[in-house]
């Protein structure tokens, strides 16, 4: 089933926002370039954190290496704590550990020699995952931004997004989606206004809707509220 394939080689993200703990880079191109979006500039990989530079680091990917470069980056790339030069490429080795602005984003190399050698989880590895698009939120002019594409959203659609996005990776409360999305319903401060759970639900399906595939990163946790991945 496997015939021909003699590697599967992926970078696993151990920190990096917007990106998911656990996140799967698969390196199938020659070259991926990883940073921060802003305006036109869009990296393969996008981190949102403002220490990592536009253009960062970059991997190269031949049959017979994968290799890293700082592409003279504000705050650095370490491969196992050791600072790269600028521009000057480091052969990276199964398991080393990248780090980029001093633990803004954290990833590891990940390489399976053989496919016969090693007992995959189906859609890992073996079946690289789809790239999340990264969210990136303006809140001056309240617009949500799928990469490049702007996403139409609903005030109360903009209002748990945006309250969601701030947690990122945490648990917000029922209580709390309510006074913040339907702030009109509260008859006194600090009254948790009064909104079934149908409306919550429909709400948040219309909004993974409007999400896409990035839509699956909202959980709804049974009992307790929602959160972003």
Not at 4 to 14: H, I, K, N
Not at 175 to 197: D, F, H, L
Request: glycine share 6%.
């Amino acid at each position: 089933m496997y015939e021909g394939v003699s590697m599967v080689r992926y970078l696993l993200l151990e920190k990096g926002s917007p990106y998911p703990t656990g996140f799967k880079i698969p390196l199938n191109k020659a070259v991926i370039l990883l940073g921060r979006s802003a305006n036109a500039h869009q990296p393969d990989i996008s981190f949102d954190n403002p220490f990592i530079s536009r253009s960062h680091c970059s991997v190269a990917v031949s049959e017979a290496a994968v290799e890293i470069t700082d592409l003279a980056s504000k705050h650095g790339t370490e491969v196992n704590n050791s600072p790269l030069e600028p521009s000057l490429p480091v052969t990276l080795k199964p398991q080393d550990c990248i780090s980029l602005a001093h633990g803004a984003a954290i990833l590891r190399l990940c390489m399976l020699n053989s496919i016969a050698d090693e007992t995959l989880e189906i859609g890992t590895a073996a079946f690289p995952a789809a790239p999340i698009t990264p969210i990136r939120l303006d809140p001056h002019k309240r617009q949500c931004l799928l990469g490049t594409q702007a996403i139409a959203l609903s005030p109360k659609e903009w209002s748990l997004l945006s309250l969601l996005h701030n947690r990122h990776s945490k648990i917000v409360s029922l209580s709390e989606i309510k006074s913040t999305v339907w702030p009109e319903r509260q008859n006194s401060p600090g009254q948790i206004p009064s909104v079934g759970a149908e409306e919550i639900n429909l709400l948040i399906y219309r909004l993974r809707q409007k999400l896409g595939s990035t839509g699956s990163r909202i959980k709804s946790i049974r009992g307790s509220g929602c959160m972003l991945e």
